[in-house]
C-alpha cells in the first residue's frame, strides 16, 4: 500500500482490512483485494444511470444541477449490468456469512439492481422506500414527482443467518411503534449539502439520516461497513459518530478531499450515549438453572403468577412442580393457564416481604455481569 495525503491506494491483496479509511481506486479491484469474508455489512450508492440527455430547466429559465457526471455514464444497459454484476460479485466475496448488503437506487435502475441481487443468490430482507418530504418537482409537468428512493436489504442467502437487526431499537426510535419499510426523510439540503466552491461538492449526495436508520437497524458498535462508493463520505461520518469501523472506496480524488476533512470533524458519542434498545434474541440465553445454581433463588422457593392464581415450587435442577406436573418455567406457565406457550420470565414471580417480583429481574442481573 502506497500512503496519500488524503487516502490509502492498494496494491495487491491486504491480510488486514483498511478500518477508518479511504481506499482510492476502482471499487471492484479494492474490493478484491481485501480479505474475504471480512466485513459486517456494505452500504451501496452506485452509479443509477439516469441517461439524462438534455439540460433540465426550471420555470424560471434556471437550470438545474443534475447528474451529469461521467462516472453515471454506460454506453447501454447492458454495459451497466456487467458492472453492476461485476461489483455484486467482489461485494458478495468480502461480505461474512451473516452479514447483509444495502444497495440503493431510483426507477432508473434498482430493479436491475435487484434482478442482479437475486441472481447471486443474495436473499431479499426488506424493499424500503425512502420517502422525500422535500422533493424536486417535475418542473416539465409530463409525469409525477419523482418523490422517493428505494433501498434494498438482502441477506447474503436464504440460509445465511445470524445477521444483525436492532428491532427494538428500531421500534423505540419509532415512538414504540414497529418501524416500517416507509422512510420519510428530507433530501440532503442546507447546512448539511457539502458545496465546492458555489456548486454541490457531490451530485447525489445521500442525508445523514438515511444513513443514520441504516447503520442503528442493522450494524452493532465495533461492526465493519463497507462502502463500494464512497462519495463525500456519508456513511463514514455517520459510521464514526455510531462507533462503527467503515471502509471507503473512491476513485475520484476531489470526493475525497471533502469526505476526509468532514469525517475528521465528526466527534464519535461516548460509550455511554452509544447504548440503545437491544433485541432480546441479541441479548445473551441465561437459563432458569443457572439462577437457580448461583443462589439468587433457592431450589423450594415457591413462584407465583402476578396476580397469585397459580403457583408452583422451584427444584434443584431449575424445574418447577406444580401439583404432579413437572417441567421448565415455561412448560409449566402454559399448562397451569391452559395455554399452547408461556413466557416463563415474565409469568412468574418470587415473594419477597410480601411483595412479588417478576424472576425476569434475576435474568437482567445476570445478563449485565456476562456482558
Not at 264 to 278: P, Q
Amino acid at each position: 500500500m502506497v500512503k496519500e495525503k488524503n487516502a490509502t491506494r492498494v496494491c495487491g491483496g491486504l491480510d488486514t482490512l483498511p478500518l477508518n479509511k479511504i481506499v482510492q481506486g476502482d471499487c471492484i479491484d479494492a474490493m478484491n483485494a481485501l480479505p474475504e469474508k471480512s466485513v459486517d455489512v456494505i452500504f451501496a450508492d452506485p452509479p443509477y444511470n439516469m441517461q439524462l440527455k438534455d439540460t433540465l430547466s426550471r420555470p424560471d429559465n434556471s437550470k438545474v444541477d443534475g447528474v451529469h457526471d461521467a462516472w453515471d455514464k454506460f454506453s447501454s444497459f447492458q454495459a451497466y449490468d456487467d458492472f453492476t454484476n461485476r461489483w455484486m460479485k467482489a461485494a458478495r466475496r468480502v461480505l461474512k456469512d451473516t452479514g447483509t448488503i444495502w444497495v440503493i437506487g431510483s426507477y432508473h435502475n434498482i430493479f436491475r439492481v435487484g434482478s442482479a441481487l437475486q441472481n447471486l443468490d443474495f436473499w431479499v430482507l426488506n424493499d424500503v422506500i425512502w420517502r422525500k418530504s422535500n422533493p424536486m418537482p417535475n418542473f416539465r409537468g409530463t409525469r409525477f414527482t419523482n418523490a422517493h428512493e428505494t433501498l434494498i436489504w438482502a441477506a447474503k442467502s436464504a440460509d445465511k443467518g445470524g445477521y444483525t437487526f436492532n428491532y427494538n431499537a428500531m421500534k423505540a426510535m419509532n415512538d414504540d411503534t414497529q418501524m416500517r419499510s416507509d422512510w420519510t426523510i428530507p433530501i440532503c439540503s442546507g447546512k448539511e449539502r457539502l458545496k465546492s466552491g458555489d456548486k454541490k461538492a457531490h451530485a447525489t449526495q445521500k442525508p445523514e439520516a438515511l444513513l443514520y436508520r441504516v447503520l442503528m437497524s442493522s450494524t452493532k458498535k465495533g461492526d465493519v461497513v463497507l462502502d463500494p462508493f464512497f462519495g463525500t463520505g456519508t456513511t463514514g461520518a455517520v459510521a464514526k459518530k455510531l462507533g462503527r469501523n467503515f471502509i471507503g472506496i473512491e476513485r475520484e480524488t476531489d470526493y475525497i478531499k471533502v469526505a476526509q476533512k468532514r469525517i475528521n470533524a465528526v466527534t464519535e458519542l461516548d460509550d455511554e450515549s452509544l447504548g440503545y434498545t437491544e433485541s432480546k434474541r441479541a441479548a445473551p440465553r441465561v437459563a432458569f438453572g443457572s439462577i437457580v445454581e448461583r443462589g439468587l433463588i433457592e431450589p423450594g422457593t415457591v413462584l407465583y403468577d402476578s396476580k397469585r392464581k397459580f403457583k408452583a415450587k422451584v427444584r434443584t435442577d431449575g424445574t418447577l412442580v406444580s401439583d404432579a406436573d413437572k417441567g421448565s418455567i415455561h412448560q409449566i406457565g402454559a399448562r397451569v393457564q391452559g395455554a399452547p406457550a408461556c413466557n416463563g420470565w415474565t409469568f412468574w414471580h418470587v415473594e419477597n416481604k410480601g411483595e412479588l417480583t417478576s424472576i425476569d429481574v434475576f435474568r437482567q442481573q445476570v445478563r449485565a455481569e456476562m456482558h
